[in-house]
Every structure is written in C-alpha cells, then in structure tokens.
C-alpha cells in the first residue's frame, strides 16, 4: 500500500487504467445525503456526464439520488443502472428526435428546455404519442463564474438557454401548445466553481425572476440550480471531499423557495471526482537538453483536461521512495499538447514504475478517444481488486 493504493494487486494489469475508490465515493454520497437531507424538499440528480462507467452509476443509484442526462445514450445508461425514470431530468441544447423520443417512451422527470424550436419539436413528438411532456426551462442567467473560459456556461455569450429577457414569451408560447406541461425553471453556470459568491448571485438572479413571474401569476413547481460545485485538485489526500454544508447553506440563505417549491442539484465533478485515480505506467526517461521527461504509457488520450484545460493533476510516483527529480511528465501520442505537468517533482522514476494521477475521476474515462488506435482505459472499482 502506497496512498490508499492496492500496489501489490496492480501488478500485471495492463496500463493505464482508472481505479475508482469505492469507499471514498460511498463516504462523499454520505456526505451529500446529511448535508442535503437538512432541508426540505432539496434533491440531487447526479450530472451522469462526469462518469457513466456503470459500477459508478451503480453505487451512485444505491445511494439513492437522481440523475441528470444531457443525451440519449445517458439516459439508455441510467435506465439500465435502474434510475427510476421519473428520476431523471434531460438537458442539451441539440435533442435529437430520437432522443425526445427515448425520454418520453421511459416519462422521465422533465425535459431541461433550451429554445422555441426544441419546445415546438418536443410538442410535436408528445402529440405523436399522446403524451404530454414535461418541460423545464434552461435559463441563461448571464452569470460568469470564476471558473476556465471553457467551462463558463450561464454567459450570455455561451450557447445554453434562453434569455432571460426571453422567459415570459416562451412560458405563454408553451402554455398554449396542448403536449407540453411547464414545471419549472433551470440553471447551470458553469464547472470548478470554488466562490460561493458565484452561487449566491445566481439565488439573485433567480429570485428576481421569479418575483416577476409571481406578479403574472405564473406558478414554477420546480427550480433547478445545475451543478458546478468544484473540488480541491491541489490537495486531494487533505481535502478528499467537497464543502457540501458550505455549498447547500448557500442555497438556503439566498435563495427564496416558495412553499412547496422543490430545488434540485446537478453535480457532477463534486460527486466523483476526487474518488477517481488514473494508474499508469513509465515507459521511459528521457534526457533531453534542457529537461528531463517522464514519458507515461497514459496520455490525453486516456485523460485529456490538462491538454483541454490546462488542468491540474497530482501526480505521485507509487514505486520509488528516491529523492525527489523535476520532469516534465508526458504521454505517448502524437500532440505537443499530450502533457500533463510541466517541470513537476516527481520520486525519481525508472522504467515500470507505478504512476498515479490523482482527482480524475470526472470527465476522466468517460472523455477518453481511441485517438492513434489507442484501446480504452479500463475502469476498476477497489471490490475489483478485493480477493
Ligand atoms: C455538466 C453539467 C452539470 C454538472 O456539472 P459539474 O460541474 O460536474 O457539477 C450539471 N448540469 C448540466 C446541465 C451540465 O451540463
């Protein structure tokens, strides 16, 4: 055992792979369920999008909490981790048919709605088979998080939801189309959001809204504050699991529910992040001229957000107790861009040598390509390793 890992067990199975701690992610559900269970009428749908990797979702569903989709193909993998379907809410800014129909055959929670067009075609396909849908609607909050550019999503300038000078008009469009049935109001502004300033400007947005709403008379059953909570990447032993009292008291203090108003969470990365491990192996170190490389047999290929987001990872060496080294830490495909530190300190490593990239268990595997004919990472849970 090095860090928590079952090194012994590891030797002989084929790097990379992900190796999910199952203890930790029953101990960070556990976590959500006390926090959340303080108030009333809260709910979580896991954000399936950060890991579909069915022993997650399996142990995700035992703990009892919802799903939230933004495909088909998530839906199809919810319904057969046995997600009740009245679980699960569907956002995406591009449904296809197929996939409108597939919610509507399973009568999932609610359609997260994020234009006209999308509502017209929802309520069409409803009255094709008699149904009436349910539909949120995706408010672009014009909120910028402190987060990466790249994953800001409730600017005005990003392409999710529907303006919110917008929001009236379409309520009444959809209140005169016979298949749809309005539910609710839904926000997501955004990943790796550590500022709960970011989250209490949202509440405020939300409750103008919906005092505007309210003087119409127009009733919103549900409100949907997305997911968005971020996780401590530079100190993942220390910090294994996210400030969920912190994030939830946010919500409670700012943001106004009205009696019998249900609030619903979508985290994704908060959820499964910190649990998932990527184990790869040293091919080679190379001397260069002016540095010293540690080429890994995992690449971006198998975990691609520092080459997408220069995004941090803690790498540690499980094998060598030998003083420290600083190498730039690289994987073996055919992209400048395929690094994962630079100029990072490592025990000094040889060829063979165990190798682990902490925190990636969201938007890890479930990213990965088979980019230079590469095979996908197997992803094993810590029951895969118990005998
Ligand atoms: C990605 C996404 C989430 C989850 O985001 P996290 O940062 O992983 O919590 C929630 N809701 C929607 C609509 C999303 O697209």
Redesign the pocket.
């Known amino acids: 055992m090095k860090g928590n890992f079952p090194i012994d067990k590891f030797k002989g199975v084929r790097t990379p792979f992900y190796y999910y701690d199952s203890e930790l992610l029953r101990n960070t559900l556990a976590a959500i369920k006390e926090e959340i269970g303080k108030h009333e009428h809260y709910h979580l749908h896991y954000?399936v999008?950060?890991n579909a990797n069915p022993k997650i979702l399996k142990i995700i569903k035992e703990a009892g909490f919802g799903a939230?989709c933004?495909s088909g193909g998530e839906i199809q993998a919810c319904l057969d981790a046995g997600f009740p379907a009245d679980e699960i809410v569907y956002?995406g800014v591009g449904k296809s048919d197929w996939e409108i129909n597939l919610g509507l055959d399973a009568e999932i929670a609610y359609f997260?709605v994020e234009s006209i067009a999308e509502l017209e075609v929802i309520n069409e396909l409803a009255a094709a088979k008699g149904k009436t849908a349910r539909v949120s609607f995706?408010i672009n909050p014009n909120v910028g998080a402190h987060t990466h550019a790249n994953i800001t999503?409730g600017l005005a300038e990003n392409k999710f939801g529907i303006a919110m000078e917008d929001m009236e008009r379409v309520i009444q469009i959809a209140a005169g189309l016979e298949h749809v049935a309005f539910v609710g109001l839904?926000f997501?502004i955004?990943?790796?959001?550590l500022e709960m300033e970011d989250f209490s400007t949202l509440c405020g947005r939300i409750n103008q809204l919906q005092e505007k709403l309210e003087a119409q008379g127009i009733e919103v059953k549900n409100i949907n504050v997305?997911?968005?909570?971020g996780i401590d990447y530079q100190h993942p032993v220390d910090h294994p699991i996210p400030d969920f009292k912190d994030y939830f008291d946010t919500y409670s203090q700012h943001l106004n529910l009205r009696p019998g108003q249900h609030l619903h969470f979508?985290?994704?990365?908060?959820v499964v992040g910190q649990c998932g491990n990527l184990i790869t192996r040293v091919l080679y170190v190379k001397q260069a001229t002016t540095k010293q490389f540690a080429i890994l047999d995992a690449g971006m290929t198998d975990l691609i957000r520092p080459a997408l987001y220069q995004a941090y990872h803690e790498i540690e060496n499980l094998s060598s107790d030998e003083e420290l080294a600083v190498y730039d830490v690289v994987g073996p495909i055919c992209e400048s861009s395929d690094v994962f530190a630079k100029g990072y300190k490592l025990n000094r490593c040889h060829r063979g040598d165990l190798i682990v990239l902490r925190s990636a268990g969201?938007?890890g595997e479930i990213m990965a390509s088979k980019y230079n004919c590469r095979e996908l990472p197997v992803g094993y849970v810590t029951e895969d390793f118990a005998s």
């Open positions: 954000a999008k950060a939230d933004v956002a997260n995706r999503t839904h997501h955004g990943s790796q959001i997305g997911g968005g909570l979508e985290l994704g990365r908060a969201a938007y």
